[in-house]
C-alpha cells in the first residue's frame, strides 16, 4: 500500500503511452509468469560448460598448478590457466590491474586460478575441484587502516575557521553491502566464423566489457560482438567483467559454444561489492545551529583490485558533507587496497557511506543545539544557487527546506500497538518486531521517529566522457507507421525499454513502437548506472526521433513515409561538461546533476531482543520530470529497500578476509514482511539542462533511508548506533529492564 502524490507537470493519456504515462512494460507479463529469458537460460545446440577453479586464500604465492587430473577426467575438454591466455593477462575499468586469471599470486579468496570446460557442468565442476594448486599462504593485509597501498586519495579544502561554539564529533563505519541481485552471472560465447567471438551476455555496459575483452583475446574490437541477454537486477555489480573473458576463451580455444552459469555462493565471489568505510567527522556550529564547519576523515576499502574506486573516492569526497551550506570544509576521502573482496560499483557509489555519517552527525548537533532533526536541516540546507564543498554552484531547483517541511507534514501511522496478554489467541502479533515467530507480545517494544536527507550526483562526473548513442528508423509496416529504437543501453529491471518507446510516441506521434535488442552494433550508451540511462540515453532518443521528425517535412508520419519511404537517424547525447577535481582542493565543477531525496522512518524496536520492525516510511523526492509514475514509484521503493537492508540486515561478513556468508540463507536481504508501507511524494521542478527537466531517480533514495531508519532505531533506544547495519546485539546488550534506561 503506498500514497503517492505528484505535484505540477502533466501527464499524456492512456491511448498514447507517451512521456508521463504509465506505460506497460513489454517484459512484465513475461516475467510474472516466469517466461522471460533470462541469461541463464540461454542454450543452443552443441554447447558446453565452463566452470571457474577460485582461490580459497585471500592471500598466497602460486607455487605451480596442474591441471592434468583435470584433463584425466571422460567428459573434460579444457584445462585453462593464464598461460592460455591469448592477449593481454590484464584488465580493469579504470587501471589494468585484474588478472585474467591469478598468474603468480592471489589477492583475494575467490580470485578465479583456472578454468575447464566438460559437456556436462556437474563434470566440469568435479574437474575443477581435482586441478592441484600448490599455494604458499602468506598474511593478508584486511584492516584497511593498515593498508599503505592508496588507490586515490581527494581532499576537499574550504575556509578556515575551524572552532565554533557546539562541536560534536563521531566515528561510524558502513559494513559491506552486496547488491543481492536475483539473477546470478551467466553468459553465452559463440565462436564466429570470422575467428571473433559473439556473447551474449547479462551486463550494465555492452561496450566497456568490449573493450576490456578484445585486448585480453588477443581480437580487435570489431571481432568481439556482445548482445544484450535477460538481466535479472544488477545495482551496480555488472559493470565489472565476471564470467565473460573466461567464456569466451573457452570458445575460442575449443570452437564450441561454452556457457557459463554461477551459483550464488560463486555469485558472492565473481562481483564487487559495496565499499566498506570508517568514517570520522567533526560539526562546528553557531549556539542557533548554524553551521561553521564540516570536518571528515573518510576510509574506503577497495579490496583487492581497483574497479571503480577512484570515482566511489571521488563521490565520497564532493558530496562528503551533504546537501548543507558550510563556510568552511576539510574533508578527507582515501581509498586503499587490502586483500579483502573486491569492491566497486554498487547504487549510491560513494555518497551512501559518507550520507549515513553526516546525517548521524546532524543529529547529534541537533541535539546539542535543543533543535528538532527537521529544523537542524532546515536551517543549512541548501538551495537554487547553493555551492557545493567543491565550489559548484547548484544551478536548478534544489527546495530541500520545502522538501523536508512537506515531509514533517505527512501524517503518522497509527500509535504503537498495546503489549498483548499471552492468553489472547487470535491477536496479529506480525505487527510488532519479532512477531512473525512469536518473540513478544509488544512488552518491551519501543517506538522511533527518524529523518534522513541525501543529495546524489547524476551522471559520470569529473570530465569523463559521459554520452549515449541512438539510432531511430522510422517506417510503414502493413501500412502503418512504426518506429525502432535501438541503443546499446541495457535494461537491467529499471524500465529503461519502455522509457525509450515512450520519447519516441511523444516525438513522433506513433503509437507502434519497437525498442531492438540492445548489442554492439550500434554506438555505446555507457553504462547502466549513476542514475544516468533516462538522461543521456533518453536524451540520445530524443535528439534521434527529433532528426526523424524534421525528415517529415512538417507532414504526419504516415502521409511523410508514403512520401519519402523508410527514415533513418542516428544521434549521440552529451550532457554538459564535467571537470576533475583539483587534487589538492577538491574544487571544480565535478557534476553535470544532483538529486535529492528525503526519508522518515517510523519503527519499532523489542528493546530486549533487539529486533526492529519498520512501519512505515515517507519520502519526498524531486524528479524534475516524471516520463513514467510508476516505473518511478517502483525505484524510490526499491532504493528505499536497499537502504533499509543496509541499516538493519544486510553485511558480507568477512573475517581475516574470508567470507563467511556467501548464501541468501545467511546474507539476508529485506522480504515483503521487512518492507513498511511508504508515503511517496514527487514534486517535479524541473532542471533546464536536461532532456524533459528530468532528474534521475534511481539512487537518492538509498542513501536517505539509511540514516532514517538508524536515527528512528536510535530515538526508540536511546542508543547512539554509530555502525550499519545495527545488529540485535547492538540493541538489546546489557538493557537494563529496571529503568529502561541504556
Not at 472 to 483: I, K
Request: net charge negative.
Amino acid at each position: 500500500m503506498t500514497e503517492t502524490e505528484t505535484r505540477a507537470g502533466t501527464r499524456a493519456g492512456p491511448r498514447t503511452w507517451g512521456v508521463g504515462a504509465s506505460a506497460p512494460r513489454p517484459d512484465a507479463t513475461l516475467k510474472v509468469t516466469g517466461e522471460f529469458a533470462y541469461a541463464s537460460d540461454l542454450w543452443i545446440d552443441g554447447m558446453v560448460w565452463g566452470v571457474t577453479l577460485r582461490s580459497p586464500h585471500p592471500s598466497a604465492w602460486i607455487r605451480s598448478i596442474d591441471v592434468g587430473p583435470a584433463l584425466a577426467m571422460p567428459g573434460v575438454l579444457a584445462a585453462l590457466t593464464h598461460e592460455d591466455v591469448p592477449g593481454e593477462k590484464f584488465y580493469g575499468l579504470d587501471v589494468k590491474d585484474q588478472p585474467v586469471l591469478a598468474v603468480d599470486q592471489v589477492r583475494y579468496q575467490g580470485e578465479p586460478v583456472a578454468l575447464v570446460a566438460a559437456d556436462h557442468p556437474e563434470t566440469a565442476r568435479r574437474a575443477a575441484a581435482a586441478i592441484v594448486v600448490d599455494y604458499e599462504v602468506r598474511p593478508a593485509v584486511t584492516d584497511p587502516r593498515e593498508s599503505r597501498d592508496v588507490v586515490r586519495h581527494q581532499p576537499v579544502r574550504v575556509g578556515d575557521t575551524f572552532e565554533a561554539e557546539v562541536v560534536v564529533t563521531g566515528e561510524y563505519e558502513v559494513g559491506m553491502q552486496d547488491q543481492a541481485f536475483l539473477g546470478p552471472e551467466s553468459g553465452l560465447a559463440v565462436p564466429a566464423e570470422d575467428g571473433g567471438v559473439d556473447l551474449y551476455i547479462a551486463t550494465q555496459w555492452l561496450h566497456v566489457d568490449r573493450d576490456q575483452l578484445a585486448p585480453c583475446l588477443g581480437l580487435p574490437p570489431e571481432k568481439v560482438r556482445l548482445t544484450l541477454s535477460g538481466v535479472g537486477g544488477a545495482f551496480g555489480a555488472r559493470e565489472d567483467l565476471s564470467m565473460q573473458v573466461h567464456a569466451c576463451m573457452l570458445a575460442l580455444r575449443l570452437d564450441r559454444p561454452v556457457k557459463i552459469v554461477y551459483g550464488r555462493e560463486e555469485s558472492f565471489f565473481g562481483h564487487v561489492h559495496r565499499h566498506p568505510a570508517r568514517l570520522r567527522y567533526e560539526h562546528g556550529a553557531t549556539r542557533d545551529g548554524r553551521l561553521v564547519y564540516v570536518k571528515a576523515d573518510i576510509l574506503l576499502d577497495g579490496g583487492a583490485y581497483c574497479s571503480s574506486s577512484p570515482a566511489v573516492v571521488g563521490n565520497a569526497a564532493s558530496l562528503g558533507a551533504g546537501p548543507y551550506e558550510v563556510p568552511n570544509v576539510r574533508v578527507d576521502a582515501t581509498g586503499v587496497y587490502t586483500n579483502n573482496p573486491p569492491c566497486g560499483a554498487m547504487r549510491g557509489f560513494g555518497a551512501v557511506q559518507a550520507c549515513y555519517a553526516y546525517e548521524s552527525q546532524m543529529d547529534r548537533l541537533a541535539e546539542a543545539c535543543g533543535l528538532s532533526p527537521v529544523e537542524i536541516r532546515v536551517r543549512n540546507a541548501v538551495s537554487q544557487g547553493s555551492s557545493l564543498i567543491t565550489g559548484q554552484v547548484i544551478d536548478s531547483p534544489a527546495p530541500l527546506a520545502e522538501m523536508l517541511r512537506e515531509l514533517e507534514a505527512m501524517p503518522l501511522p497509527g500509535p504503537l500497538p498495546e503489549p498483548l496478554p499471552p492468553e489472547r489467541s487470535g491477536s496479529d502479533l506480525r505487527m510488532l518486531p519479532g512477531g512473525v515467530s512469536q518473540t513478544t507480545h509488544g512488552e518491551s517494544v519501543r517506538r522511533g521517529i527518524g529523518y534522513g536527507v541525501g543529495i546524489k550526483n547524476i551522471c559520470f562526473s569529473e570530465g569523463f566522457d559521459d554520452y549515449s548513442t541512438a539510432r531511430v528508423r522510422a517506417e510503414l509496416v502493413g501500412g502503418e507507421p512504426h518506429v525502432t529504437v535501438h541503443t546499446a543501453a541495457a535494461e537491467v529491471g529499471q524500465g529503461l525499454v519502455t522509457i525509450q518507446s515512450q520519447i519516441a510516441r511523444t516525438e513522433l506521434g506513433v503509437e507502434h513502437v519497437t525498442v531492438a535488442t540492445a548489442d554492439t552494433t550500434v554506438g555505446s550508451a555507457g553504462s547502466s548506472s549513476a542514475s544516468r540511462q533516462s538522461y543521456v540515453t533518453g536524451g540520445a532518443v530524443k535528439a534521434a526521433c527529433e532528426a526523424v521528425r524534421a525528415r517529415f517535412e512538417g507532414l504526419p508520419a504516415r502521409e511523410a513515409l508514403e512520401k519519402f519511404g523508410p527514415i533513418e537517424e542516428t544521434r549521440e547525447y552529451r550532457h554538459r561538461p564535467t571537470y576533475p577535481m583539483h587534487p589538492e582542493t577538491g574544487q571544480g565543477d565535478s557534476h553535470t546533476q544532483l538529486a535529492l531525496c528525503v526519508h522518515r522512518a517510523v519503527v519499532d524496536v523489542d528493546v530486549e531482543l533487539g529486533l526492529v520492525k519498520v512501519v512505515e516510511l515517507a519520502a519526498v523526492q524531486d524528479v524534475g520530470r516524471v516520463l513514467n509514475p510508476q516505473a518511478l514509484e517502483g525505484q524510490i521503493h526499491g532504493g528505499s529497500a536497499q537502504g533499509l537492508g543496509l541499516a538493519l540486515m544486510e553485511e558480507i561478513q568477512v573475517r581475516d578476509g574470508r567470507v563467511l556468508n556467501p548464501s541468501f540463507t545467511d546474507y539476508l536481504i529485506p522480504t515483503i514482511l521487512d518492507m513498511p508501507p511508504m508515503r511517496l511524494r514527487v514534486l517535479e521542478n524541473p532542471d533546464p539542462a536536461a532532456p524533459y527537466g528530468l532528474r534521475g531517480a534511481g539512487e537518492p533514495p538509498t542513501l536517505s533511508s539509511t540514516p532514517a531508519v538508524a536515527a528512528a532505531v536510535r530515538a526508540a533506544t536511546g542508543r547512539k548506533l554509530t555502525r550499519v547495519p545495527i545488529r540485535p546485539e547492538d540493541i538489546a546488550l546489557f538493557w537494563d529492564r529496571s529503568d529502561d534506561a541504556v
